[in-house]
C-alpha cells in the first residue's frame, strides 16, 4: 500500500530525512517511532504532497505521490480536527462536501462514519459538548468520510485518560480488521507494542531498526530484564559482568539482561554480597528495545 525509497528532504544544511525507506502491505498497521525532530511529521507532509522531497520514490496503492492519492489518503491530525460549533453529522458532511461527495453517497458516508467510530447517536450534538475521547473519535471519522486506503493516524491518544485511550485502540483494531491500512506514530511504546504488526525506529530522518516486535528484540538478546536498587551499583555492574549479564541504565534505574529466566531467590543468590534494596523482573519490552536501537548509532540492517 506504501512504498518509500531513499527518500531525502532536508532544510539548507540540516537533513530532515536521510535515505528514508519503509513499506507497508495493506491491512498492516505500521507504527513509526521517533523523537521530537527525528522527521515523523516531515515524511506525513510528503506522503500528503503537502510538502515535496529532494529526491526519492513514494508511492501510495502503486500510484507516487500527487495530487490524485491525497483522495487516498485519511489524516487523523495530532491536534483534534473539529469545528467545535457545528455538530458531528454537520462536521462529517462539510469534510466530505471537500473530497466531492454529494446528495445520498454523502448522506450514507455521513452515518456510516459515526456508526463506524461509535457517534452515531451524538449525530446532532455540537462537537464542543463532547468529551475529549469523543471528539479524537470524531476527528477519526472525518479522516474516514472519503473512504481512504490509507489512514495516518499522528500520536492519536495523546492527551486522553486511560479508558478513552482503551476505546479507541479497540476501534483501531476494528478498522484494520476492516482492511484499512493505517500508518501510526505515537510516543506512547505500549500503544505501539499492542496495536501494530511492524513498528520503524526513526533518528534524526533514518529509519535505525524496522520490523516485527519479534524481529526488533534481536535488538535486546535477553530473555527477561531485572532492575535492581542498590546502594553499591559499582559492585553490583561488577558482579553482572562476572555473570556475563550486560547492564544498562533506564532512567537511572540499574538494570541487568538475563540471558535465562530465574527465580528471584536465584537472582539474590548471585548478588549476596551485595544489598539489594529492589528486584523488579520484566520481560523485554518495546522501551528496551527502543532505547537501544537509539542508543546505538549504526543503521540496523
Given at each position: 500500500m506504501l512504498n518509500i525509497e531513499h527518500l531525502y528532504k532536508s532544510y539548507g544544511r540540516t537533513a530532515i530525512l536521510d535515505d528514508l525507506n519503509l513499506s507497508i502491505a495493506t491491512g498492516q498497521i505500521y507504527g513509526l517511532l521517533g523523537a521530537n525532530g527525528a522527521g515523523k511529521t516531515t515524511t506525513i507532509n510528503v506522503l500528503c504532497n503537502l510538502l515535496k522531497a529532494d529526491s526519492g520514490i513514494v508511492q501510495v496503492n502503486?500510484?507516487?505521490?500527487?495530487?490524485?492519492?491525497k483522495y487516498w489518503i485519511g489524516v487523523a491530525p495530532q491536534e483534534?480536527?473539529?469545528?467545535?460549533?457545528?455538530?458531528?453529522?454537520?462536521?462529517?458532511?462539510?469534510?466530505a462536501s471537500l473530497y466531492g461527495l454529494r446528495g445520498k453517497e454523502k448522506t450514507?458516508?455521513?452515518?456510516?462514519?459515526?456508526?463506524?467510530?461509535g457517534l452515531a447517536d451524538w449525530a446532532a450534538s455540537l462537537a464542543e459538548t463532547l468529551s475529549g475521547g469523543m471528539q479524537r473519535r470524531l476527528s477519526l471519522a472525518i479522516a474516514?468520510?472519503?473512504?481512504?486506503?490509507?489512514?495516518?493516524?499522528?500520536?492519536?491518544?495523546?492527551?486522553?485518560?486511560?479508558?478513552?485511550?482503551?476505546?479507541?485502540?479497540?476501534?483501531?483494531?476494528?478498522l484494520k480488521n476492516q482492511g484499512i491500512t493505517i500508518l501510526l506514530t505515537t510516543h506512547l511504546l505500549d500503544e505501539a507494542e499492542r496495536l501494530c504488526d511492524r513498528i520503524g525506529i526513526l533518528k534524526q530522518g533514518r529509519l535505525l531498526a524496522e520490523g516485527t516486535?519479534?524481529?526488533l528484540r534481536q535488538w535486546v538478546p535477553a530473555h527477561e530484564?531485572?532492575?535492581?536498587?542498590?546502594?553499591?551499583?559499582?559492585?553490583?555492574?561488577?558482579?553482572a559482568t562476572e555473570l556475563?549479564?550486560?547492564?544498562?541504565?533506564?532512567?537511572g534505574d540499574l538494570a541487568f539482561w538475563l540471558p535465562q529466566s530465574l527465580e528471584l531467590k536465584e537472582i539474590v543468590?548471585?548478588?549476596?554480597?551485595?544489598?539489594?534494596?529492589?528486584?523488579?523482573?520484566?520481560?523485554?519490552?518495546?522501551?528496551?528495545?527502543?532505547?537501544?536501537?537509539?542508543h546505538t548509532s549504526h543503521v540496523h540492517a
Amino acid at each position: 500500500m506504501l512504498n518509500i525509497e531513499h527518500l531525502y528532504k532536508s532544510y539548507g544544511r540540516t537533513a530532515i530525512l536521510d535515505d528514508l525507506n519503509l513499506s507497508i502491505a495493506t491491512g498492516q498497521i505500521y507504527g513509526l517511532l521517533g523523537a521530537n525532530g527525528a522527521g515523523k511529521t516531515t515524511t506525513i507532509n510528503v506522503l500528503c504532497n503537502l510538502l515535496k522531497a529532494d529526491s526519492g520514490i513514494v508511492q501510495v496503492n502503486g500510484q507516487a505521490v500527487s495530487e490524485k492519492t491525497k483522495y487516498w489518503i485519511g489524516v487523523a491530525p495530532q491536534e483534534t480536527l473539529v469545528y467545535r460549533s457545528l455538530t458531528c453529522a454537520e462536521n462529517l458532511g462539510f469534510f466530505a462536501s471537500l473530497y466531492g461527495l454529494r446528495g445520498k453517497e454523502k448522506t450514507r458516508q455521513v452515518r456510516y462514519c459515526l456508526e463506524a467510530v461509535g457517534l452515531a447517536d451524538w449525530a446532532a450534538s455540537l462537537a464542543e459538548t463532547l468529551s475529549g475521547g469523543m471528539q479524537r473519535r470524531l476527528s477519526l471519522a472525518i479522516a474516514l468520510v472519503h473512504q481512504p486506503k490509507l489512514l495516518i493516524l499522528d500520536e492519536p491518544t495523546t492527551g486522553l485518560d486511560v479508558e478513552a485511550r482503551y476505546e479507541l485502540w479497540n476501534l483501531i483494531r476494528q478498522l484494520k480488521n476492516q482492511g484499512i491500512t493505517i500508518l501510526l506514530t505515537t510516543h506512547l511504546l505500549d500503544e505501539a507494542e499492542r496495536l501494530c504488526d511492524r513498528i520503524g525506529i526513526l533518528k534524526q530522518g533514518r529509519l535505525l531498526a524496522e520490523g516485527t516486535l519479534t524481529e526488533l528484540r534481536q535488538w535486546v538478546p535477553a530473555h527477561e530484564v531485572v532492575t535492581v536498587q542498590t546502594t553499591q551499583s559499582e559492585a553490583a555492574i561488577a558482579r553482572a559482568t562476572e555473570l556475563g549479564f550486560v547492564h544498562r541504565r533506564y532512567g537511572g534505574d540499574l538494570a541487568f539482561w538475563l540471558p535465562q529466566s530465574l527465580e528471584l531467590k536465584e537472582i539474590v543468590a548471585l548478588f549476596e554480597t551485595i544489598p539489594l534494596t529492589s528486584i523488579a523482573r520484566q520481560p523485554v519490552r518495546l522501551e528496551h528495545i527502543y532505547l537501544e536501537v537509539t542508543h546505538t548509532s549504526h543503521v540496523h540492517a
